[in-house]
């Protein structure tokens, strides 16, 4: 049962406003599996998922992700400080260069072809800067390219982008992920998420229909899968970040 924190017991989602160019492109006649990653750093995430799902998950149910929305929502809004810090010139959008300095003074080493690379994957209205919501969407992808799963219990784990708490929001978040996509391929497929709504509800009539719609929602390229990065857009968008731009806007006006 996917809801949003106000309707946590519905299996009820808002439709995104926006579907964005994501994920790899599929050639025609081909099935979903067939797609190709629109970049190497498309490439290095299903890796590093691949390589985070030998793990498994701890998530038993949706229900289990449900409930810490709120938890999640919460830690997120609590990097608006981090986000005004690297919006140099505070015009509300982080761009290519300033985003080269947060990752420099967070002591993350990317090529410049790898920054490149995630500030076009996260700028998904192409207007050469990131919101909050896309800065939250990239920041995850840094945590999960940067994360070694062999260490991802150990008590001296050494922070991988210099921020604790959030890191553990978003180790739940690859969590859900890692629940939903069942056979290890990067992937969550429609039949991987009408799987996992059937384990939540217990074989309700609409539950079908329900896991369709939520897909659809987040295969954001219409490609048959949703990778990771889709997924992240969608999260966000379920616990509230986006009602909390909306929020702030207003308050500006």
């Known amino acids: 049962m996917l809801g949003t924190k106000k309707e946590k017991k519905k299996l009820s989602i808002p439709r995104l406003i926006y579907q964005p160019k994501m994920g790899g492109a599929v050639v025609k006649g081909e099935s979903p599996k067939a ?23 701890t998530i038993k149910s949706l229900n289990t992700i449900i409930l810490k929305f709120p938890k999640i929502d919460e830690s997120l809004r609590k990097c608006k400080a981090t986000f005004e810090e690297f919006d140099e010139d505070g015009n509300g959008a982080i761009d290519l260069q300033e985003l080269k300095h947060c990752l420099n003074k967070m002591e993350i080493s990317f090529t410049d072809e790898e920054t490149n690379d995630l500030f076009e994957a996260c700028d998904i209205n192409e ?10 969407v990239l920041l995850c992808l840094v945590y999960l390219l940067k994360e070694d799963p062999t260490s991802k219990h150990t008590v001296s784990k050494k922070s991988c982008i210099g921020i604790p708490n959030l890191e553990a929001t978003f180790e739940t978040i690859v969590d859900a992920f890692v629940f939903l996509d069942k056979n290890k391929d990067g992937y969550v497929s429609k039949n991987e998420m009408v799987d996992a709504i059937n384990e939540t509800t217990s074989g309700e009539r609409s539950s079908g229909r329900i896991a369709m719609k939520r897909f659809e929602e987040m295969d954001w390229d219409k490609n048959g899968t949703v990778n990771f990065k889709e997924f992240l857009f969608a999260f966000t968008s379920w616990v509230g970040i986006e009602d909390f731009e909306d929020e702030e806007e207003e308050e500006d006006s």
């Open 127 to 136: 207007d050469m800067g990131m919101n909050f919501n896309e800065f939250i």
């Open 35 to 57: 797609s190709v990653p629109e970049s190497k750093l498309e490439a290095k995430i299903i890796e590093a998922m691949k390589r985070r799902e030998v793990g498994g998950s």
